[in-house]
Structures are given as C-alpha cells and as structure tokens.
T-cell receptor, first 113, second 111 residues
Framework: DVKVTQSSRYLVKRTGEKVFLECVQD?????MFWYRQDPGLGLRLIYF???????EKGDIPEGYSVSREKKERFSLILESASTNQTSMYLC????????????FGPGTRLTVL | GESVGLHLPTLSVQEGDNSIINCAYS??????FIWYKQESGKGPQFIID?????DKRQGQRVTVLLNKTVKHLSLQIAATQPGDSAVYFC??????????FGTGTRLLVSP
C-alpha cells in the first residue's frame, strides 16, 4: 500500500511566523502535490512537483512556496503565515506512469492566530 | 466557467440500503474520473476510478457509472454500512497530472 505521511496532524502558529509542512511518501512516486481544503470550496491545488527540484504552481500559489530536495519528500512553506491560511493541508503523491490516481496523507490542520 | 462535482451536500440513508452519490462535470475533454472517500479527520482515500472509454466499473460493494452524454458520474454503494459514513468526492483529470475535485457529498448512515 502507498503510504503518505505528514509531519503534523495539528499545528497552531502566529501571524507572521514561517511555517514548514512536511510530506513523505514511500512508493518512489515522481509526482507530489499540496492542496488546501476549506469548507464549501473542496480541494484546491497549491503547488505540485513532478521531479526532484522541479515545481509547478497550482491554482492558488500566492503566499506559499515549496521545496523538493529528495524524491520522497515535498515541503510546503508559508513564508509569513496569515490568518487566511488557516486550513486543512493535504499532501498527495502519484506514479507518473499512471493511472493518474493520487494518494493522500492524513492532512495537517493549521490554525494561524 | 467550468465546474465539476455539483453535489447535494448531504445524503442520509438507513443501514442496509443502497446509496447513490452523484457528480456532474462540464469538461467533455476529461478522460479519467476518481471517487474518493474522506472520513472525519483523515485524508481522502481512493475508492474507484473509471476512464472515459467505459460506462461502468465495479468494485467491492461499489459501482461507478459514467454517462458522457449528460456529463454525469455516480457512485453506488450496495448495502450501506455505518462505516461508509464519510464525505465522498469525485475528481476529474482535466489536464496533465492535475485533478479537479468537487466539493463533496456527506453520506450519513443511520442504524
């Protein structure tokens, strides 16, 4: 089974703090994704990466950056957290060979005060 | 604009009934669809998928139907159990390596 883990289940930070969310997958997948999930809005893609050191902006990249130094690890960075970044953050990975199925981690619920 | 996953927000069923969760999509170029289940406090879990060259696919207690004429996708759960209570999302692959998700339907199963 694919296993995607996220470093924290719950996180509370203050406005202006730098926040790191870590994601690790153990299936040697090339593609990894970061989403945020908000009530009534579904999952929205922040960034994705299809290889080490490669990254692509998703639909809502503003206020976020990412890092992929190793194939198994994809980090989401909030340079200066704001209250509107309070959300559930979900990481996913996918085998680039198909069939385009993404496997998700358990999520990190981030609260910015 | 285009939309995906026009769901009823909540579906309530009795244990043992069959459940049908619906999803509409508007991009006729989408060629791959997935259903996910998300239990409270957990990440979405893959249930079943279907490609656009099929109109039906069956799994264990679940069936996905695809009607490309009306751009409609449904998930049928047979003999619904309390453990099936969750939010169900459809997702479509509109472009290379990117999925677009619906907002989800909450399934409530009462004993």
């Amino acid at each position: 089974d694919v296993k995607v883990t996220q470093s924290s289940r719950y996180l509370v930070k203050r406005t202006g703090e730098k926040v790191f969310l870590e994601c690790v997958q153990d299936m040697d997948h090339e593609n990894m994704f970061w989403y945020r999930q908000d009530p009534g809005l579904g999952l929205r893609l922040i960034y994705f990466s299809y290889d080490v050191k490669m990254k692509e902006k998703g639909d809502i990249p503003e206020g976020y950056s990412v890092s992929r130094e190793k194939k198994e690890r994809f980090s989401l960075i909030l340079e200066s957290a704001s209250t509107n970044q309070t959300s559930m953050y979900l990481c996913a990975s996918e085998d680039y060979r198909g069939p385009d199925t993404q496997y998700f981690g358990p999520g990190t619920r981030l609260t910015v005060l | 604009g285009e939309s995906v996953g026009l769901h009823l927000p909540t579906l309530s069923v009795q244990e043992g009934d069959n459940s049908i969760i619906n999803c509409a999509y508007s991009n006729s170029a989408s060629d791959y669809f997935i259903w996910y289940k998300q239990e409270s406090g957990k990440g979405p879990q893959f249930i079943i998928d279907i490609r656009s060259n099929m109109d039906k696919r069956q799994g264990q207690r679940v069936t996905v139907l695809l009607n490309k004429t009306v751009k409609h996708l449904s998930l049928q759960i047979a003999a619904t159990q309390p453990g099936d209570s969750a939010v169900y999302f459809c997702a479509e692959n509109r472009s290379f390596q990117k999925l677009v998700f619906g907002t989800g339907t909450r399934l409530l199963v009462s004993p």
